[in-house]
Every structure is written in C-alpha cells, then in structure tokens.
C-alpha cells in the first residue's frame, strides 16, 4: 500500500465513527425547554451532548463544538473523541493540539482523560519518545541526514518512505544514511495546513537538535502543504510520496526544477554562466557547454541541451543536459541516467553541499547570540563547508 492510500485510509478509518455519529444524532429531536438544558449542561455531561447532537443535526458545528468540549470536560470520553475529530475537519490538527494542550495545562481536563493514541495524532508526545531505526548504507555514509516528525501521520509515513528508499533501484544506490527519527510536539514545531501555499514551520524549534546532532541536512515531514529544500531542511507534508521526497533530495545536491520558476527564485537562481547539475543557464548555450562538460568531466556525447522554462522570468535561457522530461520538470517521473551519475559524483564531496548548521548559524546572528553563532559555524567548519571555515578564519 502506497504511503497516500495508508493515510487517507487511515484517517478515513477515524472519521467513520464520527460521521456515523452525525447521522444519528440528526434523527434526534430537540428536547422542549432548552434554556434549561443548557443550564443542566453546566455540570452534565449528558445534556451537553444532547445539546451538540441538536446543533450538528442543524449544521452548527461551532456550536456543536462548543458543547462537546464541555461535555469532554465533565469527563466524557467519547464526547473528547468527538470534539477532537469535529475541531480537526473545522481547523485542523494544529489548533485542536492547541487547544487540548491549553486545557491540559489548565487542569482542566485531567491528563488520564486523553490517551496516548490521541495525543500521537495530535502531535503532544508528553516526552514520550518514538522508537525507530535509522538506515545505515552499506557502503558508509557520505550524507547524513536526520528525519523529524511532530504527529503520528509522519511517524508512519517516514517509516514507509525509509523502506522504500532501501528498495528503490537508485536511491539504495546512493551512500545516504539516516538517523532514527526525532520526534516533536506539533505545538511546538507549528508547521501550516494550507495545502496550496509552501510549507511552513517553525525550525527555532530544532535548535538543540541541530546544536546536538551529528548530520548535515535535516528532513522534516511534518504537516500539510507544499515541499520544499531550503537551507539545508528538506521540508515535506507528512503524506508525502517517495517520488516527491526523491525530487526535494535532489535540490540538496543542487539540482533545480526545469519548470518556470517564481519572479524572486528566477532573480537569485539565473546567472548567465551558471551551472547547476542538470541546468546551463546563459545567453550562448554553446558558450557554456564546454564550461558544464569540464566541471562535470564528461564529453559532449553525454550531453544533449534542451531548452527548459526555469529561467522565463529572466532574459537569460535555461537547458537542461538531457532531452527527455525528468523528476526535475515533475516530481513523479523518472530519474535519468546521467542525473543518477551526477549525483553519485556530488556526493562523494559532500563538504561542497551548505549544511543546516550553516543556516542555524545565520539564525543566532540575527538574535545575536554569539556563543550558539559561534556553535552552529564551528560544526559546519568540521563538516568541510568553505564558507564556514572562513568565516571563522582569524
């Protein structure tokens, strides 16, 4: 089972109950002298969830809502289960991990009243962690990276992407290595919902892990929307497929996407002369050709240039090195050849690839917190990366 079809029929699997739930209630009358109820519901359990059951049946689900957090704080359990299904389709799961946290802070609702079922897929591990194995290549470990997941939905969708990366005819190739999986509460790592906009989160969070940790990229799978790699966190949503993480990946060893990139990420990527993995962007394509063959050390028979989009905000024209549609235009297709080749090469000098510490560093700039700034570039010196070692140069 793909990792798609594993969450959508897990989280359907949730919500069957739930809806069952609906469908009944709105067979249920509404009780006379309601005024009275809602007092009743103050201190009973029962009339509060009489009163959500009238207000779904009418599609008040704020309301219904309303009434079922109350009837979860007198200590109705299956009222809780509901409330938390109901808050995540309204809000989502970031808001619903906000709220029952608020209420578990607050004492109002005891800490035995959630079971560690629920606070997994809400994303509040309470200090529990996630026992998983990590993925040691055979052939040792050229790039190290270290996966982070802050809800139940990523846990298990890491798990399935690591088996297949060990599976696939490319990828177990590549002397890539894993850390077991670090787990941490969604309420503090905050990462957005929005499945049209880029991914988001809030990676101050993972300071101590990156302050702590021996790798250089940081793979984060961890809530809903668009992925992306940007200094050094691979950020995917948390059902993401082996084919899109494949794709994100290869932005680490430099590769850039050969569909028309955003105004602002054209300005900063298309340089006349620049040359990335499987892009020659310039004016003269022959005039870089023997440039990209040299750097790469190949001959023009590996090499065929095709014009490509990337660069349609620029004056400047974009090729890619090979003629065929690859996971650079679209994430599912396949990886070629010479792409496979390239990125075997990059990998054995992985101190040329920016590491997270280097970004972490950047970050404690900003705060001013010269020791951690101090810290950050320190480690990403010992990793190889020249722009550390001369920052720190006396």
């Known amino acids: ?13 949730q919500l069957a109950g739930f809806f069952a739930f609906i469908l009944l209630s709105a067979c249920q009358p509404a009780p006379d002298g309601e005024t009275a109820l809602m007092q009743q519901a103050q201190t009973d359990a029962s009339a509060a969830m009489t009163l959500a059951r009238q207000r779904l ?16 704080n007198l200590g109705d359990g299956q009222a809780l289960q509901h409330a938390l299904q109901l808050q995540q389709r309204q809000q989502g799961r970031l808001a619903t991990a906000q709220w029952l946290q608020q209420q578990l802070d607050s004492n109002t609702m005891a800490a035995s009243a ?19 194995v990590g993925y040691q290549h055979p052939q040792g470990c050229q790039l190290t990276l270290q996966p982070v997941a802050s809800q139940q939905a990523g846990v298990d969708n890491w798990q399935h992407l690591l088996q297949q990366w060990q599976t696939d005819a490319q990828l177990s190739q590549l002397a890539v290595c894993f850390l077991p999986l670090h787990t941490i509460n969604s309420t503090s790592l905050q990462c957005s919902e929005d499945s049209s906009s880029l991914l988001q989160c809030r990676y101050q969070a993972l300071e101590e892990l990156v302050a702590n940790g021996d790798f250089s990229q940081l793979v984060v799978v961890a809530g809903r929307g668009k992925a992306s790699y940007n200094n050094g966190i691979l950020q995917l949503p948390d059902n993401a497929s082996l084919a899109l993480l494949r794709h994100e990946f290869m932005h680490i060893l430099g590769f850039i996407d050969e569909y028309q990139l955003p105004a602002a990420t054209a300005q900063q990527v298309c340089k006349s002369g620049k040359l990335y993995p499987n892009i020659i962007v310039t004016e003269s394509a022959n005039a870089d050709a023997a440039a990209y063959l040299q750097q790469w050390q190949l001959v023009a028979q590996d090499i065929s240039l095709t014009a490509v989009d990337s660069c349609k905000h620029t004056p400047l024209q974009a090729y890619r090195v090979v003629v ?17 080749q390239l990125a075997q090469q990059i990998l054995k000098q992985p101190e040329n690839l920016m590491p997270v510490q280097y970004y972490f560093a950047y970050l404690a700039r900003q705060q001013q917190n010269w020791p951690r700034w101090q810290h950050y570039m320190q480690q990403a ?9 001369q920052a720190l140069a006396p």
């Open 114 to 132: 959630v079971s560690a079922a629920q606070r997994a897929e809400l994303g509040l591990w309470q200090g529990n962690s996630v026992t998983t």
């Open 57 to 72: 049946a009418r599609a008040e689900y704020d309301a219904a809502l309303h009434w079922m957090r109350q009837a979860a």
């Open 1 to 13: 089972m793909s990792p798609e079809r594993f969450i959508s029929t897990r989280i359907k699997s």
């Open 381 to 389: 010196s010992e990793l190889g990366y020249s722009e550390a070692q």
């Open 324 to 340: 065929e549609h690859n996971l650079m235009r679209s994430f599912e297709l396949q990886m070629p050849p010479l792409y496979f």
